[in-house]
């Protein structure tokens, strides 16, 4: 009878832009009237007929036992109490009410205040829409940095912030920070935005020296090694109390002279700035001479009673210094080696001849007492 007739909803949850279907359950249907509307009871079936033009809802099945329909592209207007009702001798509804969730897209990281060397980077994560609200977190090293949630109700969708202050230093530029959302419709499955901290500094400067020992018709060439944030655009050389020499070319952050001369003796300096300060190095030059050095070595030749000395031209050899700063002395025609050995053997010669004599004068005075009783005897 059309008293026992029924009608049973089923609740339903789906995520923004997915598919609902609405379904209604009937119970001992006799071919009644059967009338599906919208939260603005609006209808959109009538006995299995569709009564509003929106392509988004279809019948899906119509059956004594059954009535579902479909909507396509969930969007949050959607969401409230969908109407079943069975017209008999009295009006039997019920209300299907459709939930649509929405999980928040990857947040944005905002930056309120630049961070500088030695002061504090103000960071802010923002995830604009979810529904319901979305957690925020920020995580570095995997451990979590607390920071100041804000949420702003919108009507269907909420807005969530999260802001956190760090101090940093200039190590910390390119320091890798995680803003994860979380929210119950994505399973576990966070959202993150993987963000590097860009922290400003004042530049350093270092001049990459070149090796060995420079002399006259060799190559500079010089490097200045610069870091800072921003990187400085343009690198300055220049000579202490001097200009640069006319043969000095500059590429970028090298600077190079070719063929040396003592002229270019001196101090070179690297300068570079940015927004935050400015620093300096400098290289001090210092090329040697190629002159060779000649070294007379004295020998004693016999060609009469009187000794002449001849000279022997021996091979050049420039002495090599010990480091830049040496003072390279200039060696005496006449080693002191030769001369102390000759000192040696006049020496020598004088012991031997004072020995000789005395040993003469000795036999000598032997000799006479020897003699003499015997030329008393005679």
Request: aromatic share 6%.
């Amino acid at each position: 009878t059309a008293r026992c007739q029924a009608v049973q909803a089923e609740n339903v949850t789906v995520l923004e832009g997915g598919t609902a279907q609405i379904s209604c359950r009937l119970q001992k249907y006799d071919g009644s009237i059967v009338v599906i509307q919208n939260p603005r009871r609006q209808t959109l079936f009538f006995n299995g007929t569709r009564a509003l033009k929106d392509d988004r809802f279809q019948m899906m099945l119509f059956s004594p036992t059954m009535v579902r329909i479909t909507l396509t592209n969930v969007s949050v207007s959607d969401e409230g109490g969908y109407f079943c009702q069975l017209y008999t001798d009295s009006t039997h509804h019920q209300v299907a009410t459709l939930s649509v969730s929405v999980p928040p897209e990857i947040p944005t990281v905002e930056v309120k205040q630049e961070a500088v060397e030695g002061g504090e980077a103000e960071l802010t994560c923002v995830s604009p829409r979810s529904k319901p609200a979305a957690t925020l977190r920020w995580m570095r090293n995997g451990r979590e940095i607390p920071g100041v949630v804000s949420q702003q109700d919108n009507g269907k969708t909420f807005s969530v912030s999260s802001t956190i202050r760090i101090p940093v230093e200039r190590k910390d530029n390119g320091a890798a920070l995680n803003c994860e959302a979380l929210h119950p419709s994505l399973g576990g499955q966070n959202r993150v935005r993987r963000y590097r901290l860009d922290v400003y500094f004042a530049p350093t400067v270092r001049i990459i020296p070149p090796s060995g020992i420079l002399r006259e018709g060799d190559s500079l060439s010089l490097t200045c090694s610069i870091t800072g944030n921003p990187l400085p655009r343009t690198t300055q050389w220049s000579k202490i109390n001097d200009t640069l020499p006319e043969r000095a070319e500059i590429s970028g952050p090298t600077l190079q002279i070719a063929r040396l001369s003592q002229s270019h003796n001196g101090t070179y300096l690297c300068q570079a700035q940015n927004n935050y300060g400015r620093a300096a190095d400098y290289y001090t030059l210092l090329v040697y001479d190629n002159v060779s050095l000649t070294t007379t070595v004295p020998t004693t030749q016999l060609i009469t009673s009187h000794p002449t000395t001849s000279v022997l031209p021996s091979s050049s050899i420039a002495p090599e210094p010990r480091d830049p700063g040496a003072v390279v002395e200039t060696h005496s025609a006449v080693p002191y080696a030769v001369i102390g050995g000759v000192l040696a053997l006049l020496v020598f010669t004088v012991i031997c001849v004072l020995i000789v004599t005395i040993w003469c004068s000795v036999r000598q005075k032997g000799s006479y007492r020897t003699r003499e009783p015997i030329l008393t005897w005679y």
